[in-house]
């Protein structure tokens, strides 16, 4: 079950596009590097390689030159399927005419796939559509209830747009009806789309909590359109003890390097889960390090997986890839030294890769 992940790319891309796509940085690729010399590079070339019908570990090119010829159709096809992943939970808010819908992950994998929603996303598109600003709270809630009729969860991207630094209460409605009306107005006279006024963020977030499914955060590492340092988990320690009442399950997402703050922070709140995805991908091989440490203070039923794979498939598959070999090689240390029983390991294992997100998203009873 991979609770946090988004769609495959749809169109063939050239491999300085494709390097583009397998960093953070937003930045343009100097001539003198090339991204495959990172550690996600080298994990692609030693892992999907194979999967392209390549011996591991083919040069850079070589591996371009069969992605080239066997297009991204089947590419997507091998590497999605290869991922052996039974269930994505899809989310939809980004760059998403690039991308594979959730039904067309489903079909490419041949596995089942479901739709988590971007709150701000929903704000946007009924701005896009005309709202005014007196009526902007109630079309909000009305908008997340209809985009969000068939989702499992919705997600808050606050972390890009402001940080966790925020005030934590509801903001007032008298508030948000002016907040709105400055957006409204700033994007009527040409200004950006894109939300980032921090009491509509915090209105958005507190939407999602009456909505009642689980709110997944991004939380730490990420692209530099965040401030890193004002996305430590901790800042959200107010706001989490605000929302408890409420019983709604809070997914703190990636969190690397803030991972073993978000242990703590998932061992002493019952309704806080995280996970390593993105991380895993991007440290390769020291990935292992980064697993064994978010086995530190959570309790293993609060821990989930996820790749938060966007774009190249090769991201799907490693997530996948990287997670199960880590998984393996730090829970077998600890089998071997007699620490753990090799039951324990492997059920374990089996809460962290679907159990826990079965259970928080209520799949169980197919709701897809
Ligand atoms: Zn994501």
Same mark, same amino acid.
């Given at each position: 079950? !991979? ?5 495959? /790319?749809?169109? !063939?891309?050239?491999?300085?596009? &494709? ?11 100097? +001539? *003198? ?20 019908? /390549?011996?591991?570990? #083919? =040069? ?36 998403? !005419? ?52 068939? +989702? ?26 002016? =907040? #709105? ?6 994007? #009527? ?10 009491? /509509? ?8 909590? $009456? ?14 359109? /965040? ?21 709604? $399950? ?15 922070? %998932? ?6 889960? &995280? $996970? ?36 190249? %498939? ?19 240390? *600890?089998? !071997? %030294? ?18 826990? +997100? ?5 799949? %169980?009873?197919?709701?897809?």
């Amino acid at each position: 079950m !991979d609770h946090h992940v988004h769609g495959a /790319l749809k169109d !063939d891309v050239s491999q300085s596009v &494709f390097e583009t796509l397998i960093t953070e940085s937003d930045r343009a690729i100097p +001539a *003198w590097m090339s991204q495959f010399d990172s550690q996600v590079g080298f994990a692609i070339r030693r892992w999907c390689a194979p999967v392209l019908g /390549l011996p591991r570990h #083919a =040069a850079a090119a070589e591996y371009m030159k069969a992605r080239a010829s066997l297009g991204t159709d089947e590419v997507n096809r091998r590497l999605l399927s290869g991922a052996g992943v039974g269930h994505f939970l899809v989310e939809t808010g980004y760059r998403g !005419d690039e991308i594979l819908n959730p039904e067309q992950m489903g079909q490419s994998a041949g596995q089942r796939a479901s739709e988590v929603v971007r709150l701000e996303a929903v704000a946007e598109s009924i701005v896009e559509s005309g709202v005014t600003a007196k009526s902007f709270p109630e079309r909000y809630v009305q908008a997340l209830a209809n985009a969000t009729t068939h +989702a499992v969860g919705v997600k808050s991207i606050i972390a890009y747009r402001w940080g966790f630094d925020f005030e934590p209460a509801r903001p007032a409605k008298v508030a948000v009806i002016e =907040a #709105a009306r400055n957006w409204l107005e700033a994007f #009527a006279n040409g200004g950006p789309l894109k939300v980032e006024d921090p009491v /509509l963020l915090r209105f958005f977030l507190w939407a999602g909590v $009456d909505r009642g499914l689980p709110i997944q955060l991004h939380t730490g590492y990420g692209d530099p359109d /965040l401030r890193l340092d004002r996305c430590n988990p901790l800042l959200l320690t107010p706001w989490i003890k605000l929302i408890e009442p409420a019983s709604v $399950d809070i997914m703190l997402l990636h969190c690397y390097p803030y991972h073993r703050e978000a242990g703590y922070l %998932a061992q002493v709140f019952p309704h806080v889960y &995280f $996970d390593v995805g993105l991380g895993v991908n991007y440290t390769g091989v020291q990935s292992e390090q980064i697993l064994a440490e978010s086995l530190e203070l959570t309790p293993f039923s609060k821990l989930l997986f996820s790749s938060d794979a966007w774009g190249p %498939a090769e991201l799907h598959y490693l997530g996948s890839a990287l997670w199960r070999q880590g998984m393996t090689n730090v829970l077998q240390r *600890w089998v !071997d %030294a007699g620490d753990w029983s090799e039951d324990d390991a492997i059920r374990v294992v089996n809460m962290i890769a679907t159990e826990n +997100a079965t259970r928080v998203y209520k799949l %169980a009873g197919g709701r897809s």
